[in-house]
């Protein structure tokens, strides 16, 4: 019934999906390179009351190491404008207060969605120095495309 | 009782047989000509609202308040996403049911424009609160952002159409089951019949969502559990993708065949297609959240595999089309290994612009693979990459195959002919549209990649020069945009020329044959019942476990909030 040809390309086909499969079971699971997933709930209406977002902020927690606890709020990042140097690995720590935002930092990998009720974690390591764009990539509203900041890698 | 039946029996063969020789009857040419009116009114209206969000990316117009870039986006998004896609699908579908069924029973007929009102109607009530900006919610309508109440009440009564639609056809396929025991569905409505289950169980999910948000947003209740209506959003958001992709499939095995003067690919593989596309698709639904917190990584990986898996039955389908090129050609003397392609109709818009559908589909199903894969998402969630990728998806493969249906559509239901002119017309609308779509897709592809993020109106970012240096690249969408615009124009001029004003004459309704020397194919593939349960089942192990974590331990809920 089946082509010859036919054999050949489905067994590739399936190859293809089944070696996407590998690569990212071994760079989620070995490597620790999978998406952002947080499980920690968190009362959306009370962000400020709770710990760590009573005190956003940016603390040093080892030698080139960083942790920044941030909220997303329509239309802004608390902290705004953080400053870092080059070679730093800086752990995210991120909820939002109202609706559902978007943490994304243009030239990296750091993109997560941030929803209200969950705390989110991501983690970069900033090499190379210069200005990065923090900016949120799910629309939330009249300013969504003001929604912005800065990471500043000396 | 008996002769009754057997009468009735014998009125229906009679009726098949008048339908093949005499084409379409009145009443059901009538049904799918006001769905494809309705769909073509939508791409004119959302193409239109699609270049004004070209331009205003491209920083070279300012949207006025009153009709600002949210309203706009959520009215294309609702134009195109909901309107054109279900309105041709379904006036496309119950043409070939009643093709190939002998005509719709009265009853079904009736359920059908029932369904027509009641999405008008919802989409009305939908639009009212989007022109007053109290739904400039996005096609989305993530909780806890909320529209008015009008705009849900008016996604019910979309739904409640479209579900009119669903069981019209499965009444109308069981009907003809009956009367023709032993036989298989014909292709063309088994393709149906899998579009209509996909509808159907595809928009339960958004159905309960919308029910949860109601009380919601009216104020009866107080808080939202933003995760479930997030999870239960895009069970039905990608299943809705994957209709119209199916859709249009069912127009490149079943109809283009015959129009390059070819045969079906085998009828097995061809159905098999249908049925794995129907049972794996709505569990595709959850690579939307790969970067969503509160879903563990197993959980997520569980879920690339189910979403990579739909890309084999799309790949059997690439072989197959390529296949029937193939052997089509070198019947009419085509030569050489790849020489053979100067036999196949290029001059045929039936033809051409399906054909570039399919070759589309090429950079496109593997931009969706790659997407789908746990960190290569990461680095293009929400970006431009993905706005290039479903104008790639949707306007290229899914909507030029429909403008390819229309050339031979809508004269057979207006009982008129394509003239040669019109099929020019044609070939130069497939040709700018191709242009045009590709210069916008692939600059969306590119910026998003530099991390431009979708869904944004026009921003410098205070002047940051990151985001200073994406203009350049979405300078393209104002260029790709205003061709996509001049394509709709004469598309939505061809299809009421046709309709309306062509000159009278039979269109035939292409469906294409199996091979002479074709194996029968085996019975169980119409154990619909069967594949609705395996899909069930696929469904049940992908979103069981996830929803009932986000239900039981779930956080405080969320109040509604409107932020525009």
Same mark, same amino acid.
């Given at each position: 019934?089946?082509?010859?040809?036919?054999?050949?390309?489905?067994?590739?086909?399936?190859?293809?999906?089944?070696?996407?499969?590998?690569?990212?079971? @071994?760079?989620?699971?070995?490597?620790?390179?999978?998406?952002?997933?947080?499980?920690?709930?968190?009362?959306?209406?009370?962000?400020?009351?709770?710990?760590?977002?009573?005190?956003?902020?940016?603390?040093?927690?080892?030698?080139?190491? @960083?942790?920044?606890?941030?909220?997303?709020?329509?239309?802004?990042?608390? =902290?705004?404008?953080?400053?870092?140097?080059?070679?730093?690995?800086?752990?995210?720590?991120?909820?939002?207060?109202?609706?559902?935002?978007?943490?994304?930092?243009?030239?990296?990998?750091?993109?997560?969605?941030?929803? =209200?009720?969950?705390?989110?974690?991501?983690?970069?390591?900033?090499?190379?120095?210069?200005? @990065?764009?923090?900016?949120?990539?799910?629309?939330?509203?009249?300013?969504?495309?003001?929604?912005?900041?800065?990471?500043?890698?000396? | 009782?008996?002769?009754?039946?057997?009468?009735?029996?014998?009125?229906?063969?009679?009726?098949?047989?008048?339908?093949?020789?005499?084409?379409?009857?009145?009443?059901?040419?009538?049904?799918?000509?006001?769905?494809?009116?309705?769909?073509?009114?939508?791409?004119?209206?959302?193409?239109?609202?699609?270049?004004?969000?070209?331009?205003?990316?491209?920083?070279? #117009?300012?949207?006025?308040?009153?009709?600002?870039?949210?309203?706009?986006?959520?009215?294309?998004?609702?134009?195109?996403?909901?309107? #054109?896609?279900?309105?041709?699908?379904?006036?496309?579908?119950?043409?070939?049911?009643?093709?190939?069924?002998?005509?719709?029973?009265?009853?079904?007929?009736?359920?059908?424009?029932?369904?027509?009102?009641?999405?008008?109607?919802?989409?009305?009530?939908?639009?009212?609160?989007?022109?007053?900006?109290?739904?400039?919610?996005?096609?989305?309508?993530?909780?806890?952002? !909320?529209?008015?109440?009008?705009?849900?009440?008016?996604?019910?009564?979309?739904?409640?159409?479209?579900?009119?639609?669903?069981?019209?056809?499965?009444?109308? +396929?069981?009907?003809?089951?009956?009367?023709?025991?032993?036989?298989?569905?014909?292709?063309?409505?088994?393709?149906?019949?899998?579009?209509?289950?996909?509808?159907?169980?595809?928009?339960?999910?958004?159905?309960?969502? +919308?029910?949860?948000?109601?009380?919601?947003?009216?104020?009866?209740?107080?808080?939202?559990?933003?995760?479930?209506?997030?999870?239960?959003?895009?069970?039905?958001?990608?299943?809705?993708?994957?209709?119209?992709?199916?859709?249009?499939?069912?127009?490149?095995?079943?109809? +283009?065949?015959?129009?390059?003067?070819?045969?079906?690919?085998?009828?097995? #593989?061809?159905?098999?297609?249908?049925?794995?596309?129907?049972?794996?698709?709505?569990?595709?639904?959850?690579?939307?959240?790969?970067?969503?917190?509160?879903?563990?990584?197993? +959980?997520?990986?569980?879920?690339?595999?189910?979403?990579?898996?739909?890309?084999?039955?799309?790949?059997?389908?690439?072989?197959?089309?390529?296949?029937?090129?193939?052997?089509?050609?070198?019947?009419?003397?085509?030569?050489?290994?790849?020489?053979?392609?100067?036999?196949?109709?290029?001059?045929?818009?039936?033809?051409?612009?399906?054909?570039?559908?399919?070759? !589309?589909?090429?950079?496109?199903?593997?931009?969706?693979?790659?997407?789908?894969?746990?960190?290569?998402?990461?680095?293009?969630?929400?970006?431009?990459?993905?706005?290039?990728?479903?104008?790639?998806?949707?306007?290229?493969?899914?909507?030029?195959?429909?403008?390819?249906?229309?050339?031979?559509?809508?004269?057979?239901?207006?009982?008129?002919?394509?003239?040669? $002119?019109?099929?020019?017309?044609?070939?130069? $609308?497939?040709?700018?549209?191709?242009?045009?779509?590709?210069?916008?897709?692939?600059?969306?592809?590119?910026?998003?990649?530099?991390?431009?993020?979708?869904?944004?109106?026009?921003?410098?970012?205070?002047?940051?020069?990151?985001?200073?240096?994406?203009?350049?690249?979405?300078?393209?969408?104002?260029?790709?945009?205003?061709?996509?615009?001049?394509?709709?124009?004469?598309?939505?001029? !061809?299809?009421?020329?046709?309709?309306?004003?062509?000159?009278?004459?039979?269109?035939?309704?292409?469906?294409?044959?199996?091979?002479?020397?074709?194996?029968?194919?085996?019975?169980?593939?119409?154990?619909?019942?069967?594949?609705?349960?395996?899909?069930?089942?696929?469904?049940?192990?992908?979103?069981?476990?996830?929803?009932?974590?986000?239900?039981?331990?779930?956080?405080?809920?969320?109040?509604?909030?409107?932020?525009?």
């Amino acid at each position: 019934m089946m082509h010859r040809s036919e054999k050949i390309w489905l067994t590739l086909s399936f190859g293809m999906i089944i070696g996407f499969m590998l690569i990212t079971g @071994y760079q989620t699971f070995a490597l620790e390179m999978g998406p952002p997933s947080h499980g920690e709930r968190i009362d959306p209406q009370k962000v400020d009351e709770t710990a760590p977002f009573d005190q956003p902020g940016i603390k040093q927690i080892g030698e080139n190491e @960083y942790e920044v606890v941030m909220t997303l709020q329509v239309f802004s990042f608390t =902290p705004s404008e953080i400053e870092v140097p080059a070679g730093s690995t800086v752990h995210f720590t991120l909820t939002s207060k109202d609706v559902v935002h978007g943490f994304q930092v243009a030239d990296t990998n750091l993109n997560a969605m941030v929803v =209200p009720g969950y705390v989110q974690k991501i983690t970069q390591k900033f090499d190379k120095p210069g200005e @990065y764009l923090v900016l949120c990539n799910e629309y939330c509203g009249a300013g969504h495309q003001m929604m912005s900041t800065t990471i500043t890698v000396k | 009782m008996e002769t009754i039946i057997r009468n009735s029996g014998k009125t229906q063969v009679f009726r098949e047989k008048a339908n093949k020789v005499m084409g379409i009857s009145l009443e059901d040419a009538r049904l799918t000509k006001s769905y494809l009116s309705v769909a073509f009114l939508a791409i004119l209206l959302g193409g239109m609202l699609g270049l004004l969000q070209g331009l205003n990316r491209a920083g070279m #117009l300012e949207l006025p308040v009153w009709l600002n870039y949210y309203q706009v986006l959520t009215a294309h998004g609702l134009l195109l996403v909901v309107v #054109l896609s279900a309105f041709f699908t379904i006036g496309y579908f119950y043409a070939g049911l009643s093709h190939t069924l002998g005509g719709l029973l009265p009853k079904v007929r009736k359920m059908a424009w029932i369904g027509f009102w009641m999405k008008i109607f919802g989409f009305v009530l939908a639009v009212i609160p989007i022109l007053m900006n109290e739904a400039s919610v996005m096609y989305t309508f993530y909780p806890p952002m !909320a529209a008015s109440p009008i705009f849900y009440i008016g996604l019910v009564f979309i739904v409640l159409g479209v579900w009119m639609c669903a069981f019209g056809a499965f009444i109308n +396929v069981a009907s003809w089951r009956k009367r023709n025991p032993g036989q298989h569905i014909p292709i063309l409505s088994f393709f149906a019949t899998g579009v209509f289950v996909l509808l159907f169980f595809g928009s339960l999910p958004v159905a309960i969502e +919308v029910f949860t948000i109601i009380p919601w947003a009216f104020g009866w209740v107080e808080t939202i559990n933003v995760m479930v209506a997030r999870t239960l959003f895009w069970a039905f958001g990608h299943t809705l993708v994957n209709i119209w992709y199916l859709t249009a499939v069912s127009a490149w095995y079943v109809i +283009v065949p015959k129009i390059i003067g070819g045969r079906r690919w085998s009828d097995l #593989l061809t159905r098999i297609v249908v049925i794995a596309l129907v049972m794996m698709n709505i569990t595709g639904g959850f690579h939307h959240q790969i970067i969503d917190p509160g879903i563990s990584e197993p +959980v997520k990986y569980m879920h690339v595999f189910m979403s990579l898996a739909i890309g084999f039955p799309s790949l059997m389908t690439a072989y197959a089309m390529f296949a029937v090129f193939e052997r089509t050609a070198r019947k009419k003397g085509g030569r050489g290994l790849v020489g053979w392609y100067k036999k196949l109709p290029w001059g045929d818009v039936r033809f051409l612009a399906p054909f570039i559908a399919m070759a !589309a589909f090429i950079p496109a199903g593997a931009g969706g693979i790659v997407q789908s894969t746990n960190q290569l998402n990461q680095v293009v969630h929400n970006t431009m990459w993905i706005v290039g990728h479903f104008h790639l998806t949707l306007g290229m493969s899914v909507v030029m195959t429909f403008f390819g249906i229309s050339y031979w559509l809508v004269p057979y239901v207006s009982k008129r002919v394509l003239t040669p $002119q019109i099929n020019k017309l044609g070939v130069i $609308q497939t040709i700018i549209w191709t242009i045009g779509m590709v210069i916008m897709s692939g600059a969306m592809h590119w910026v998003g990649l530099l991390g431009s993020p979708r869904r944004t109106s026009y921003s410098t970012y205070f002047d940051n020069a990151t985001a200073l240096s994406w203009d350049p690249y979405l300078f393209f969408l104002a260029i790709g945009g205003t061709l996509l615009m001049i394509g709709v124009l004469i598309q939505v001029y !061809a299809v009421f020329y046709l309709m309306f004003f062509a000159p009278k004459g039979n269109t035939e309704f292409p469906v294409a044959e199996v091979e002479e020397d074709a194996a029968p194919t085996p019975r169980w593939t119409e154990r619909w019942g069967l594949w609705i349960v395996c899909m069930l089942v696929l469904v049940g192990m992908a979103y069981v476990i996830p929803l009932v974590d986000f239900i039981v331990n779930a956080p405080p809920g969320s109040p509604p909030y409107k932020t525009w």
